[in-house]
């Protein structure tokens, strides 16, 4: 694959991840937040298998089926068991208009644009586009967490906005070490298991969302 | 068995102690205590085969081991060189004999322990050994904070793992916070030169401080000072050593004053004379002066405070403050004198000497002090010297060994504690003589604290031993106390012969000191400075002319003492002709009880009243009368002396940290979504300054 087109692939994955990015956030219903960050994450793995091939780096394969493993079917999949066990059939509870969120959401990506125009030595030795697009990913994830008050929407937006670093990481560098790739697959995995064991436990103790725990205060 | 592999040799039995303590707890406790100990010594056991292999071996000899490649940005190595392999020397010395102590002593002082508690015993002793061990080796930054935390966090557990109290818990969580503050000095010390450097090993590290302007490499210096010197102890970072080297257990607390300490000794030495040294000229200014001044500082204020002590391991916990002030008198003297025209290099490599020597003779002396302190505390559960008393007849083998201990720190002769306090006084007056002005003055001040500290820790070790062991028993614990085990009694005549082999021929042990001060100062060394006449004699050959006048013998010394207390023994016995019987002490008719005897209140009292000024004494008389104020029942008096550092900087700082948190904690909202928000910002703002800054 010649230089050029491996930029416009990653160009294109990257419309494509910021376009899931906005289905997150515009999402009104819990499932439909969960299906987006599931596709996210293939593009993800795309993203991954198809700089492998380019690049000639075998652990780039490695953490390609790694992250479509655990990103787009494992972490969906248990945050799809917790909606259902926990019968939760109302809307996600944002904490400002959806609406609001959006534009906000616009704000983040025109400005992590705007503000990586100046790095150009970086831009110049990474594939396309991919800096801004991953620093937008990350910072509407954070958003999304910012913005919601149940802990479930808060876990999509950090599934999010960790995989704008994944993507982040992955350009810039052309692969990072494997361990690292792979210590970020544990933290993910961890933040999952600690928040779905809190959540669960939460419920089933006092009957009352993690936005609720904001009563202890002392 | 090639010294080569003797560092993968040490690793294995380290790790395999670590791993078998845990895995044979399911089995027995015991067996897991007993199992975990034995691998730590043999580990010891193969620490000191290295340390001696590369110390007497040939000169300049280093021994290198590449790590495997774990990080693709950092190449991680081992490397003992000639200081590397004397502190090793060191840590195997101590580590010898608190293996052998520890399994008897668990056994009586915790006999209920469960086999939990048992193996995260063992399993953290042989995690400690082995990172205190390889914190001396390693030759990356990487591995280096990687074991100087592996160092901290194994103390902590032993630490913590003692007693359950609440007490233990609070001197646990004061060590880990001012262990970690330290560290994150260090870290930023290390993060600046890999930055400059861009590689972590210290072949890269020095490279990359040769270019340093003086006003980074001093910035770098005083970061990683503090660092250290917030690990070994030194006044005013000394809060958590007197409260969390008392819980742990004894052997431990050993390790921990005897050897821990010295590691953060060997990190300073390795910053100032190694990594952050210029590469020709002497080191800056500044260094070798508060170095010297906050160590005069730290001897004075831990004798002062251990004086005021009643509790046996808290007392000596405050001598280590003493004696690490010593220890860096000798260090900062030798980086004021290092390099300097004129002076000569023989100076420093004395005082360089004295500091090192004084390492191994704290070492060996402290950690037999506190091994005696622990066969006293499993046989009595009682640290508070004012219940002890009388056990001298009890457990003859802990108190003639304690005391020789005592008479080794209080650096009388003929044992080690003397030798490098004299070596110590010998580089201070050698370059008294040299420095004019203020700075001359400096130097006499400290010589003479120096002296303060000897006369003061003598009379706080004559009240120690006296009280704990002499008189008669003030409690029925001290009254039906039995004699320790043997392997515990084995573990202190390790140590205490030592300290005799140090004290009664130093000139001996010299050629060790070889390599460490021919690595650091690549001046004269050790041993051609000080033993130049001969390995009986110790003379410091400063003087161009009168070099006699500062020669002494330590082994003639003894063979004096020895033999005017044997004229002494044999007069007595001649003019005496068995005319004596026993009878108890005359005490005006009345009936003797123990309350006779000299308290460690009291003994210290006119202590307390020269120094009040320091002290701050508190003192609470209640007095209970039947009727009239003439007729009194009981007094009671309690009395307490405070620790200056602790009420005049840390618990304002407590009290400013306590209203800031309590100020934020009324204005935060407690929404998980508010926080995050805050983080978002925070994001945005740093990516938009990064943006301005550009």
């Not at chain 2, 030194?234 to 809060?239: K, S």
């Amino acid at each position: 694959m010649s230089e050029e087109a491996l930029h416009a692939v990653i160009d294109d994955l990257g419309a494509l991840l910021l376009f899931t990015m906005i289905l997150i956030v515009a999402a009104g219903q819990i499932y439909r937040a969960i299906y987006a960050v599931s596709a996210q994450s293939l593009l993800i793995a795309l993203a991954a298998a198809v700089l492998a091939t380019a690049t000639g780096n075998t652990d780039l394969w490695v953490i390609a089926g790694v992250t479509l493993a655990v990103k787009a079917v494992a972490l969906p999949w248990v945050l799809h068991w917790i909606v259902q066990r926990m019968d939760i059939r109302r809307e996600i509870e944002p904490v400002i208009p959806i609406a609001a969120t959006l534009a906000l959401s616009v704000v983040i990506v025109v400005a992590s644009f705007q503000l990586t125009t100046s790095l150009g030595p970086v831009r110049q030795a990474i594939a396309g586009n991919a800096l801004p697009v991953g620093i937008s990913l990350t910072l509407t994830g954070v958003l999304v967490m910012a913005t919601r008050k149940t802990a479930l929407t808060q876990m999509v937006g950090l599934f999010a906005s960790e995989n704008g670093i994944f993507f982040t990481a992955m350009a810039v560098t052309q692969g990072m070490p494997l361990i690292i790739e792979i210590g970020v697959i544990l933290d993910v995995i961890l933040a999952a298991l600690v928040m779905t064991i809190l959540v669960l436990r939460v419920r089933s103790t006092v009957d009352a969302d993690v936005a609720d725990l904001d009563r202890l205060r002392g | 068995m090639d010294v080569d592999s003797g560092l993968g040799l040490m690793a294995a039995c380290y790790g395999a102690g670590a791993l078998s303590s845990l895995l044979l707890a399911r089995l027995s406790g015991r067996l897991a205590l007993g199992v975990g100990h034995l691998a730590a010594f043999a580990g010891a056991v193969a620490g000191l085969g290295i340390a001696l292999g590369v110390l007497l071996g040939a000169p300049g000899r280093t021994l290198t081991q590449p790590l495997p490649i774990l990080f693709p940005f950092a190449r991680l190595s081992l490397s003992v060189d000639g200081l590397s392999a004397y502190f090793l020397f060191v840590i195997s010395l101590v580590a010898v004999a608190a293996a052998l102590y520890g399994p008897a002593y668990l056994r009586a002082h915790s006999p209920d322990a469960g086999p939990a508690r048992q193996a995260a015993q063992g399993f953290a002793l042989n995690v400690f050994l082995g990172s205190m061990a390889f914190v001396c080796c390693a030759d990356d930054a990487l591995t280096f904070l990687f074991c100087w935390e592996g160092m901290t966090l194994a103390s902590y557990v032993l630490v913590v793992s003692d007693d359950r109290d609440g007490e233990n818990a609070r001197a646990g969580l004061l060590y880990m916070v001012m262990a970690h503050g330290g560290t994150a000095l260090l870290l930023v010390a290390f993060l600046i030169l890999t930055e400059r450097s861009g590689a972590f090993d210290f072949m890269a590290l020095r490279a990359a401080a040769r270019d340093l302007d003086p006003a980074t490499r001093t910035t770098l210096f005083f970061l990683a000072f503090s660092g250290f010197a917030a690990k070994a102890g030194v006044v005013p970072l000394h809060v958590w050593l007197p409260r969390a080297h008392p819980a742990a257990p004894s052997h431990v607390s050993a390790l921990m004053s005897g050897v821990m300490l010295k590691v953060a000794i060997y990190g300073i030495l390795r910053f100032a004379f190694d990594l952050l040294a210029p590469v020709a000229g002497p080191l800056p200014f500044s260094w070798g002066w508060i170095v010297l001044f906050v160590g005069t500082i730290s001897a004075v204020l831990g004798v002062l405070y251990a004086l005021q002590q009643h509790d046996l391991k808290r007392l000596l916990a405050f001598h280590s403050v003493e004696n690490i002030g010593i220890i860096l008198i000798g260090v900062g003297l030798a980086m004021i004198l290092w390099r300097q025209e004129g002076v000569g290099g023989a100076l420093a490599t004395v005082a360089l000497t004295a500091a090192l020597l004084h390492t191994v003779n704290h070492a060996a002396f402290k950690g037999l002090l506190f091994l005696g302190a622990g066969s006293v505390l499993c046989r009595t559960h009682v640290r508070n010297m004012e219940e002890l008393g009388g056990l001298a007849r009890r457990m003859p083998w802990t108190a003639g060994l304690f005391l020789l201990g005592a008479i080794a720190i209080s650096a009388l002769p003929p044992l080690n504690g003397f030798v490098s306090e004299w070596l110590t006084f010998q580089a201070l007056l050698g370059s008294a003589s040299r420095f004019h002005g203020p700075a001359g003055l400096v130097i006499v001040f400290a010589a003479a604290m120096l002296a303060l500290t000897g006369g003061l820790a003598a009379a706080c070790f004559v009240k120690a031993f006296g009280v704990t062991f002499l008189g008669r028993p003030r409690t029925s614990h001290a009254e039906h106390a039995t004699e320790a085990p043997p392997s515990m009694i084995a573990a202190m005549v390790w140590l205490g012969a030592v300290c005799v082999a140090l004290g009664v021929a130093p000139g001996y042990a010299m050629p060790l000191l070889d390599a460490p001060t021919a690595t650091l100062l690549h001046g004269p060394v050790a041993s051609a400075v000080v033993t130049a006449r001969g390995p009986l004699v110790l003379s410091t050959a400063l003087m161009p002319s009168g070099a006699d006048a500062t020669a002494i013998s330590m082994t003639m010394v003894a063979a004096l003492l020895l033999s005017l207390t044997a004229i002494a023994w044999i007069l007595r016995r001649g003019l005496q002709p068995a005319l004596h019987r026993a009878a108890p002490t005359w005490t005006c008719g009345m009936k003797p009880t123990s309350r006779f005897d000299y308290t460690a209140t009291a003994f210290a009292k006119p202590l307390r009243l020269v120094f009040e000024a320091l002290y701050h004494p508190r003192r609470e008389v209640t007095r209970e009368t039947a009727g009239t104020p003439y007729v009194l029942r009981r007094i009671h008096y309690a009395g307490e002396v405070v620790d200056l550092a602790e009420t005049q900087v840390y618990h304002r700082v407590e009290r400013e940290i306590s209203a800031l948190s309590q100020a934020i904690r009324a204005r935060s909202t407690g929404r998980i979504y508010g926080y995050i928000g805050f983080v978002l910002g925070a994001l945005f703002v740093a990516l938009l300054l990064s943006e301005l800054g550009r």
